[in-house]
């Protein structure tokens, strides 16, 4: 290939890596220009309202599931990496479960079991013979209940990767920590831990920023935060002000835990084993403490998927809902379309974008690659309310256009459209494709793309003959993420779908939002089932590495 082709393929590259990247900083831009332009009445009658208690309820939310995830995560990683007890090999990939429903699918699910009206307090009416006053029972229905719903979703982030961490350690440091007088509890805190603080405190800073995202449970469980402020703001008070300037505060805390995690996982590589490495052999428990490991390993899969499944099956059980009627099929349409638009043009840009820093590596590349990456932080209502901002006003100076040139009446053809809803979807989970993708092309040896280079294949030739066959299953395991993140997304689909264009998710919320919880078990039922593909593959794995590690 030719210097002249070479450069028109590094133009083409460089200029669709930097498309995205546009695409993925310009909600947060508009969100920051609409806020800052909506005056300073607004934010002084927030700030005098209901800011305080959005900043509150918020921050007691993230602290809680921190401490939550970080405690259950980092214990339940340790039991399975360091010592040995009936059903560990079960329960070492049981724990990745819970990752399969999405917090506001329990929150439907504990609902029906511990409220009012619920299983668990009908039954204790009935054996005491108390009325409803005669007795406290804790609320599902508060900032508590929301924070264990979240907890028990998302403390396998933690015990991925603090699983990990712990895998990779070298057992000489422990030793020699049980030799100096430290018990098996002493050298866990003082030296494995230690160790492993930047995975476990990047799996933290993760779960931290999904609970900033969530809408669902703390809308269904009334509690007030920055997500359902958002959403409150814009669609029941109409003040695009007010949502903005909300969004913004949100937008700043999520991109300084965005900073803090990208920074405890570079920190991750400076704790190698050295060039002696012992694998730290696992610990036999008998008795009482192999009776509590298994406890404390059954407890999170318990509560965070067997028994909410069991709840969902039977709910839908009782239920005239059918799954495969015309609406609900409408439903699964419009949500598998969403999902596999948005994933395969996702999974395709971080193509473009990973595969263009390699090639042509620069500053100007990795730039790019670390602004496509901040989506992740960022809520889905917040990108959604960024997405509208721009569209919304070019759509209506279009039609404006049109209509005093043409006669013509464009309507609203962006914002109208699923595009909008693809693109906000596309922004919010380019980060998770790029990092699977880069995962899987570190693992290509530089060497072959200075050997395709010398057989003449240029950029294109080598991507599609090269790079596409070997890193195959990166790609699928990028493409099924996405679409499953896609598939259980809520606030960004509530905020942008189309009139009468409902998702599988939203069908659910808006059915629990009406009490109707034995109907909304049927979508849950199908979120769940769809959430299983990559928590499937992620389960073989960790078989496949608990075998050869054996």
Known sequence: MSNTQRLHHSRRLSALAWLVAALCILPMAAVAIAALGGGGETLRALAGSVLPRYAGTTAF???????????????????????????????????????????????????????????????????????????????????????????????????????????????????????????????????????????????????????????????????????????????????????????????????????????????????????????????????????????????????????????????????????FSPRYLGFLQHSLTLASIAALLTVGAAIAMGFNARIFPSRAAKTGLRIAGIGYAVPGGVIAVGLLFPFAAFDNALDRVMEAQFGIDTGLLITGSIWLMIAAYMVRFMAVALNTYESGLATVNPNMDAVARTLGYGPTPMLRRIHVPILQPAILTALLIVFVDVMKELPATLILRPFNYDTLAVQAHRLASDERLAEAAVPSLVIGAVGLLPVALLCWSIGRETRRRS
């Open 61 to 323: 939310l993230v602290l809680v599931v921190a401490i939550g995830t970080g405690v259950i995560g980092t214990a339940t990683a340790w039991l399975v990496t360091a010592t040995r007890f009936p059903g560990r090999r079960i329960l070492e990939i049981a724990l990745a479960l819970p990752l399969t429903y999405p917090a506001y699918v329990l929150a439907y699910a504990y609902t029906d079991l511990l409220d009012h009206p619920g299983l668990v307090q009908s039954t204790l009416r009935d054996l005491t013979g108390w009325g409803p006053r005669d007795y406290w029972f804790p609320e599902i229905r508060s900032l508590g209940g929301a924070a264990a719903m979240l907890i028990f979703v998302l403390y396998p982030y933690v015990y991925l990767l603090a699983r990990a961490a712990f895998l990779r350690q070298s057992a000489t440091a422990y030793i020699a920590a049980r030799t100096l007088g430290l018990g098996p509890w002493g050298a866990f805190f003082r030296v494995s831990v230690p160790v492993a603080r930047p995975a476990i405190a990047g799996g933290v800073l993760l779960a931290m920023m999904e609970t900033l995202a969530d809408y669902g449970t703390v809308a269904y469980f009334g509690v007030q935060t920055f997500a359902t402020g958002i959403y409150v703001s814009w669609f029941g008070l109409f003040d695009r002000a007010a949502a903005a300037q909300l969004a913004l505060c949100l937008l700043v805390v999520a991109l300084a835990l965005a900073t803090l995690e990208r920074h405890q996982r570079q920190n991750q590589r400076h704790h190698d084993a050295g060039r002696r490495f012992e694998r730290m052999e696992p610990v036999t428990l008998r008795g009482r403490a192999a009776a509590g490991a298994i406890i404390a390993c059954s407890l999170p899969v318990f509560f965070g998927f067997l028994l909410p499944s069991g709840i969902l099956i039977a709910l839908a059980s009782d239920t005239s809902q059918i799954l």
